[in-house]
Nanobody, 124 residues
Framework: QVQLVESGGGLVQAGGSLRLSCTAS?????????????MGWFRQAPGKGREFVGR????????YYSDSAKDRFVISREKVGYTVYLQMSSLKPEDTAVYYC????????????WGQGTQVTVSS
């Protein structure tokens, strides 16, 4: 089974920075390494639905961000280690949420593997 493990969440003051990491491990049911189309980040604030933050295409590395994330967040990846990063800067209290890593495997219709989430709290 392929699993995503996030790390790097925590408490930070407004205006600060934080970097989240997410590593894909394991193999598919056929025993092969996971083949990724993209990896992405989502977040869910208390009382709200899950919100798309951004994603990175695994092959070419192109990125796409939500309006709330662009200019402040940067997604990067390490292909060899199957790791994706979310560098967050100029954090605001409204960025407080549980952040989830997700993977879109090649051949899947959508994001089909999810991490357990990591809490990010931004104090004012």
């Amino acid at each position: 089974q392929v699993q995503l493990v996030e790390s790097g969440g925590g408490l930070v003051q407004a205006g600060g920075s934080l970097r989240l990491s997410c590593t894909a491990s394991g193999h598919t049911a056929s025993g092969r390494p996971v083949s990724l189309y993209a990896m992405g980040w989502f977040r869910q604030a208390p009382g709200k639905g899950r919100e798309f933050v951004g994603r990175i295409r695994w092959s070419g590395g192109s990125t796409y961000y939500s309006d709330s994330a662009k200019d402040r967040f940067v997604i990067s990846r390490e292909k060899v280690g199957y790791t994706v990063y979310l560098q967050m800067s100029s954090l605001k209290p409204e960025d407080t949420a549980v952040y989830y890593c997700a993977a879109h495997q090649i051949g899947a219709d959508d994001w089909n593997i999810w991490g357990q989430g990591t809490q990010v709290t931004v104090s004012s």
